[in-house]
């Protein structure tokens, strides 16, 4: 079974800090990786994805990749409470088997 | 408009009925997805479509049958509809390599 793991939380975090939302994956033939955020009632918003060890910067995200440790993370930074959602883990295992975590429900506070 | 449409938004049905969920896409992608969410399990596979007549089935997919007839449509039916299929569901397009397109989701009930 490919499984894809996350701290369900609340993450709760204060304006302006970093966030650091975590996630874990069974399947070591994983070959591409991606961050989604849904508001509350909303479908899922793909904002980042990545393939390769090391970090991925975009705007205020950063996606992390560790093969080797099996770990993706998110960092957000300078966390705004517009960023609370929820925001799910995807990994890839290659055809269309795409696998989502649970979600970490991220609370931003003013 | 562009991007993914479902129909209905919500739904509520009775137990044994037939219910069928729509998805429409504008982006001309080849896969198309259905998922259901529901409370500590994330997102789950239902079924998939690679193409027109053109389908697989995913990891929850028993009860639930697919048609895909147009590169733009894939439905998704309920045969006789459980109270265990009371959920969101989700259509989706896109490709696994660079992630997927969520339409706004159905929200079903069923009493």
């Known amino acids: 079974q490919k499984e894809v793991e996350q701290n369900s939380g609340p993450l709760s975090v204060p304006e302006g800090a970093i966030a650091s939302l975590n996630c874990t994956y069974s399947?070591?033939?994983?070959?591409?990786f991606f961050w989604y955020r849904q508001y509350s009632g909303k479908s899922p918003e793909l904002i980042m994805f990545?393939?390769?060890?090391g970090d991925k910067e975009d705007g205020r995200f950063t996606a992390q990749l560790n093969k080797a440790s099996q770990y993706v993370s998110l960092l957000i930074r300078d966390s705004q409470p517009s960023d609370s959602a929820t925001y799910l883990c995807?990994?890839?295992?290659?055809?269309?088997?795409?696998?989502f975590g649970a979600g970490t429900r991220l609370t931003v506070k003013p | 408009d562009a991007g993914i449409t479902q129909s209905p938004r919500h739904k509520v049905t009775e137990t044994g009925t037939p219910v069928t969920l729509r998805c429409h896409q504008t982006?001309?992608?080849?896969?198309m997805y259905w998922y259901r969410q529901d409370p500590g399990h994330g997102l789950r596979l239902i079924h998939y479509?690679?193409?027109?007549?053109?389908?697989d089935k995913g990891e929850v997919s028993d009860g639930y049958s697919v048609s895909r007839s147009k590169t733009e449509d894939f439905l998704l039916t309920l045969e006789s509809a459980t109270s265990s299929q009371t959920s969101v569901y989700f259509c989706?397009?896109?490709?696994?390599?660079?992630?997927?397109?969520f339409g706004s989701g159905t929200r079903l009930t069923v009493v």
């Open positions: 982006e001309n992608h080849r896969y």
């Open positions: 990545i393939y390769s060890n």
């Open positions: 399947d070591r033939g994983s070959q591409s």
């Open positions: 995807a990994v890839n295992s290659g055809g269309n088997d795409m696998r």
């Open positions: 989706a397009s896109g490709t696994p390599n660079y992630g997927y397109t």
């Open positions: 479509s690679y193409g027109v007549k053109d389908t």
